[in-house]
């Protein structure tokens, strides 16, 4: 019997490539992306597998409507537009490819360390402008500095890894890190706060959790050293943004740099309007090589499911 796949958002041609080669399995792949939730809702009881990355939003009510949904694919780490209970009620498997965007997120993150440090962004707005302005855009070097990692996972890990290439001290903090594996990676550890009080560039990799929601607020600030930079390539919501404006203004904060914020797309967020503020519109997993290998590991995930 044919297993019917949906593919409702844009993924990597190249990424479903151990779907298309798969000869065991009579496999049928429809791709109809941009779907109004109203038409998903009509045509998902025709499927077995839906795949998506974070477009399209698997509500309780189209999964009420799934009757032959067997397996909800999600190219990507963050399953918050997939609601789990209600594929958890309706006995329907939910898989993530958590992996796939560590590479991208890393490099990205590092990216903004060095933007920030050498105002890159600004430097070239000041250009595009018509202005040659040297003097206003001095910046500091990477070199001895210690750059405080909260959240110690896999992107984490990354990050201090390439820090730690650039002659860079490292202090982490996670409530897993223990000495050995510290030791091992050759970072510092401690408390948010022993973070705080030591590092010259601070940057968040943790989920946002009810744990770590405005982990980073005005009690951390104030303990921060004084022209501090902090950087979030995680998720909007783990630095308190009312916290984070008070601290650039007060001088406490030298830069911040930010692929995400609280509301998305963040377009008309006061922070943008501060000079020290550099931002991205989220795009941490937004490379080629990320998006290709979150496809193929959902792939992988589903042709396993059906014991391939
Ligand atoms: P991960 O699960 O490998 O690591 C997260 C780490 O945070 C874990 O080690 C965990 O122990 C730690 N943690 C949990 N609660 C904590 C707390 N209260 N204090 C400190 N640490 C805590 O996840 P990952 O793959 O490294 O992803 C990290 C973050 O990056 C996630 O929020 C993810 O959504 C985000 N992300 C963003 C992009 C992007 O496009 N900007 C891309 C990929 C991932």
Known sequence: MAINILISDPLSEDGIYPLRQEKELDLNIDIKTGLQPEELKAIIANYDVLLVRSQTKVTRDIIEAADNLKLIGRAGVGVDNIDLEAATEKGIIVVNAPD???????????????????????????????????????????????????????????????AKGNRMNVIAYDPFLTAEKAEKAGVDYGSVEDVAKVADFITVHTPLLDSTRHM????????????????????????????????????????????????????????????????????????????????????????SYFNV
């Open 216 to 303: 980073i607020n005005e009690d951390i600030f104030n303990v921060m050293k004084d022209g501090v930079r902090i950087i979030n390539c995680a998720r909007g919501g783990i630095i308190d943004e009312e916290a984070l404006y008070n601290a650039i203004e007060s001088g406490k904060v030298a830069g911040a740099a930010l692929d995400v914020m609280e509301e998305e797309p963040f377009v008309g967020n006061r922070l943008l309007d501060l000079p020290q503020v550099i931002a991205t519109p989220h795009l941490g997993a937004s490379t080629v090589e990320a998006q290709e290998s979150v496809a193929v590991d959902v792939s992988n995930d589903i042709l």
């Open 100 to 162: 796939g965007n560590t590479n991208s997120a890393a490099e990205h993150t590092t990216a903004m360390i060095f933007a920030l440090a050498r105002h890159i962004p600004q430097a070239f707005i000041t250009l595009k402008e018509g202005r040659w302005d040297r003097k206003k855009f001095v910046g500091v070097e990477l070199k001895n500095k210690t750059l405080g990692v909260i959240g110690f996972g896999r992107i984490g890990q990354e990050v201090a890894h390439r």
